[in-house]
T-cell receptor, first 112, second 116 residues
Framework: GNSVTQMEGPVTLSEEAFLTINCTYT??????LFWYVQYPGEGLQLLLK?????DKGSNKGFEATYRKETTSFHLEKGSVQVSDSAVYFC???????????FGAGTRLAVHP | GEEVAQTPKHLVRGEGQKAKLYCAPI?????VFWYQQVLKNEFKFLIS????????ETGMPKERFSAKCLPNSPCSLEIQATKLEDSAVYFC??????????????FGSGTRLTVV
């Protein structure tokens, strides 16, 4: 079945450090891939998405590239800020309006 | 409006009581999804609708959970005879037509259910 695996957190970084959160997936067909962010006490916000192989999603300095050959969609940011502290979820959607399938989430804590 | 509206924000029920949660999707969005987020962040899919029709209910605990999306009304998720393990945040999401999440999914801010 379809599944998403994310690196375990928490990830703790100093401000301005480089961020990578790994995400790999297993899916039939050609899924769409997403990164969502959840700030404390809030719902999920779409951060970025990619709908086909080699697409790069980007938003607010975050980027992720859909790599079909490695079934990966790693999230990166060149210089994190304290305000980026949140839980990040990788997710996929496959085959029409199927449900989003989420990874377990990775908590990011950025210190000044 | 441009947001998915969930009510109430918080709900406390004694074990065995009924709980009913509501979700108003974004106008024009044909698809509605319900998710349960338990303490360790895990998101569990419950059910989805295409307009008022159930689209996928593979995640629903059939015995006590039910859901509806009726025309001109908010969608609802009802839990009969709540149990302690039902304590979670329940999120609703909606999406436009288009297939495979091309337009993304917009989430509401959730309803926190506490069963005591």
């Amino acid at each position: 079945g379809n599944s998403v695996t994310q690196m375990e957190g928490p990830v703790t970084l100093s401000e301005e450090a480089f961020l990578t959160i790994n995400c790999t997936y297993t899916a039939t067909g050609y899924p769409s891939l997403f990164w969502y962010v959840q700030y404390p006490g809030e719902g999920l916000q779409l951060l970025l998405k990619a709908t086909k192989a080699d697409d790069k999603g980007s938003n607010k300095g975050f980027e992720a590239t859909y790599r079909k050959e490695t079934t990966s969609f790693h999230l990166e940011k060149g210089s994190v800020q304290v305000s980026d502290s949140a839980v990040y979820f990788c997710a996929l959607s496959s085959g029409g309006y199927n449900k989003l399938i989420f990874g377990a989430g990775t908590r990011l804590a950025v210190h000044p | 409006g441009e947001e998915v509206a969930q009510t109430p924000k918080h709900l406390v029920r004694g074990e065995g009581q009924k709980a009913k949660l509501y979700c108003a999707p974004i106008k024009g969005h044909s698809y509605v999804f319900w998710y349960q987020q338990v303490l360790k962040n895990e998101f569990k899919f419950l059910i989805s609708f295409q307009n008022e029709n159930v689209f996928d209910e593979t995640g629903m605990p059939k015995e006590r959970f039910s859901a509806k999306c009726l025309p001109n009304s908010p969608c609802s998720l009802e839990i009969q005879a709540t149990k302690l393990e039902d304590s979670a945040v329940y999120f609703c999401a909606s999406s436009q037509s288009g297939g495979q999440g091309l337009y993304g999914y917009t989430f509401g801010s959730g309803t926190r259910l506490t069963v005591v």
